[in-house]
């Protein structure tokens, strides 16, 4: 089983290495967005969408197993978006993105992001070629995920801690989410944010922006170099 893993996780990595050469290539720049389900992915990239699409040109792909529900909440929005469903699959992987970045097509300067399946598992084990990864942890879910789950969290550029609008209704802290994520992960950058009331999306908005300019002065800097 251990051989069988390896030999899937290798074939996966040569591809996500494919695809990151290619959005960088096109000055693309892709995130991995990650969670369990019902944490807010969907309600965070609608109210994104919505404040700064028109500086920030997004597209979407969106995994679930079934069903087009979210693709379509995008859809609405305005913003390119593809459908992928993986059936059984617990996840997306670098192949499944692949077909969908043809599909999309997204243009040079574009944000992707990648709405994974909601699972805090198998997502974490598969590199798709994201420039950056992102996890988004609710307040709902209380504190211990992280501990319970922390590959997922190991490999986090940033997590968003959802939900603090509920906080007050909720036997636990802020201090506490936090203090879990630190425990796995000194270096990722904690936003706490409020999907449906406002709080803390411009940081993560700021947060965008900013990985798409570190992309785009890399790719200045190698075009130089060149």
């Known amino acids: 089983m251990i051989l069988l893993e390896q030999r899937i996780l290798a074939k996966n990595d040569q591809r996500a290495q494919h695809n990151r050469s290619w959005l960088h290539a096109r000055g693309v720049v892709a995130v991995n967005l990650m969670s369990a389900p019902g944490s807010g992915?969907?309600?965070?990239?609608?109210?994104?969408?919505?404040?700064?699409?028109?500086?920030?040109?997004?597209?979407v792909i969106e995994g679930d197993q079934e069903t087009l529900f979210d693709a379509r909440r995008i859809a609405a929005t305005g913003c390119p978006v593809v459908q992928i469903n993986t059936g059984a699959g617990c996840h997306l992987d670098a192949d499944m993105v692949a077909r969908g970045l043809r599909t999309v097509d997204p243009a040079a300067g574009s944000v992707v992001v990648i709405e994974n399946v909601g699972?805090?598992?198998c997502p974490a084990l598969?590199?798709?070629?994201?420039?950056?990864?992102?996890?988004?942890l609710s307040t709902t879910e209380g504190p211990d995920k992280p501990l319970k789950y922390p590959q997922m969290f190991i490999g986090a550029d940033l997590v968003l801690i959802n939900k603090i609008d509920l906080l007050p209704y909720l036997k636990l802290s802020l201090e506490e989410i936090t203090e879990a994520i630190r425990r796995v992960n000194q270096r990722a950058v904690l936003?706490?944010?409020?999907?449906?009331?406002?709080?803390?999306?411009m940081r993560w908005y700021g947060w965008l922006k900013d990985l798409r300019k570190r992309s785009q002065h890399f790719l200045d800097t190698h075009s130089g170099q060149a």
Do not use: Q, Y
Not at 126 to 136: K, N, P, R
């Open 191 to 201: 936003i706490p944010v409020s999907a449906t009331e406002g709080d803390g999306m």
């Open 41 to 59: 992915k969907t309600t965070l990239l609608e109210r994104t969408i919505r404040d700064v699409g028109a500086e920030l040109p997004l597209v």
């Open 126 to 136: 598969f590199d798709l070629g994201e420039t950056g990864s992102v996890v988004i």
């Open 119 to 121: 699972n805090l598992v």
